[in-house]
């Protein structure tokens, strides 16, 4: 499932829900039929939008801009060839700093294309500038804020690991035979399955064991080549400074 129609539906379900509400209670006769206009409305404009981003705007600067972000996103797509720069971009740079900024260029480029066109659609070619203005700006800090709350997620799944104590204990652990285990079992799949279907509705998909490992793969070949780099970097450094020296 893309990620961008899960947006779509909570967004249009939420500004239905808020114009139906309000409707309902400034007494409106027709609440209904605002709920359903403000519904359309805000899923068309979430779908155009999310559209623009994933399949424009995005690849566009995936294939053309030379920034670390979307050399990074090339390296996960595999498209082309990864240069020595963008080794040494990627090692020396913060994995927080480039959470923070992760899509932003995308979102304000098509906040503002999606913005002007929807109002100039709407209020004729002399309101699409504010539109484009307005929208763009309104993208983008809402995903400033997206990417700065799964950084703090990070700092704070992170500080968790570092202060929970790896349990010891001297003390044999009680062995549970199966009989025992048996009817905790379907209790365990029934509640995992419906994890599993809840995370599937938002568009969240649980990988395998293989699609994990394969992808921690690719991450320690990535972290392999950078310190291979390195290395080969700071040798031709040492070797400037006794050519230097030796001169």
């Known amino acids: 499932m893309d990620k961008s129609a899960s947006?779509?539906?909570v967004k249009a379900a939420i500004s239905a829900t808020t114009t139906g509400v309000w409707g309902i209670l400034k007494g409106h006769e027709h609440y209904g039929v605002l709920a359903t206009?403000?519904?359309l409305n805000s899923g068309i404009t979430a779908g155009a939008?999310?559209?623009m981003r994933e399949y424009i705007i995005g690849p566009i600067l995936v294939h053309?801009?030379?920034?670390?972000?979307?050399?990074?996103?090339?390296?996960?797509?595999?498209?082309g060839q990864e240069s020595s720069e963008a080794r040494d971009m990627s090692a020396s740079s913060s994995q927080f700093s480039y959470l923070r900024s992760h899509k932003l260029l995308d979102t304000a480029l098509s906040g503002v294309t999606v913005g002007g066109i929807v109002r100039g659609l709407r209020?004729?070619?002399?309101?699409?500038?504010?539109?484009?203005?307005?929208?763009?700006?309104a993208a983008t800090l809402l995903?400033?804020?997206?990417?700065?709350?799964?950084?703090?997620?990070l700092k704070m799944i992170s500080r968790r690991r570092s202060m929970t104590p790896s349990p010891v204990s001297a003390e044999p652990q009680p062995v549970f035979t199966p009989a025992a285990s048996e009817p905790v079992a379907p209790l365990e799949q029934e509640s995992t399955s419906w994890k599993a279907k809840a995370l599937s509705i938002l568009g969240v998909k649980r990988l395998s064991e293989d699609e994990y490992l394969e992808r921690l793969k690719l991450q320690r070949e990535h972290h392999l080549l950078r310190i291979a780099e390195l290395e080969r970097k700071l040798e031709e450094e040492e070797r400037e400074k006794?050519?230097?020296?030796?001169?």
């Open 7 to 9: 947006w779509t539906v």
């Open 37 to 39: 206009a403000a519904a």
């Open 49 to 51: 939008f999310f559209s």
């Open 64 to 79: 053309t801009m030379p920034f670390e972000q979307y050399e990074r996103r090339r390296r996960e797509l595999r498209i």
């Open 123 to 137: 209020s004729g070619p002399k309101a699409a500038v504010s539109g484009a203005i307005t929208v763009g700006v």
């Open 143 to 153: 995903q400033l804020g997206y990417n700065e709350v799964q950084v703090q997620r």
């Open 242 to 247: 006794e050519n230097g020296k030796d001169s």
